[in-house]
């Protein structure tokens, strides 16, 4: 354990960190898996609602810091095209 101020402020900002991240990291897993379940059941307009809501949540991610810019980016393109491809 820390023995200084310093490093004893350090470790409670990362817990409180950890804590932020993986609340924010498991919504957009819940996200992701709404739009893919639409997706799956071949609800079109559903699928567009929450595809919109699932790339607001990941450019926000990514603008955080929370996801590379690019890995948000690639997400999104490759839920898009699942939208896209519903017949």
Do not use: F, P, W
């Not at 200084?4 to 817990?15: N, P, V, Y």
């Not at 559903?46 to 810091?65: E, F, M, P, Y």
């Amino acid at each position: 354990m820390a023995n200084h101020a310093s490093a004893i402020k350090r470790h409670r900002q990362s817990l409180k960190r950890r804590t932020r991240n993986r609340a924010a990291k498991s919504r957009l897993r819940a996200l992701i898996r709404s739009v893919n379940e639409a997706v799956d059941a071949g609800d079109k307009a559903a699928a567009a609602d929450k595809l919109q809501a699932t790339s607001k949540a990941l450019s926000k991610a990514a603008s955080k810091g929370l996801l590379h810019s690019k890995n948000a980016s690639r997400r999104t393109g490759r839920l898009a095209r699942k939208v896209a491809g519903i017949a």
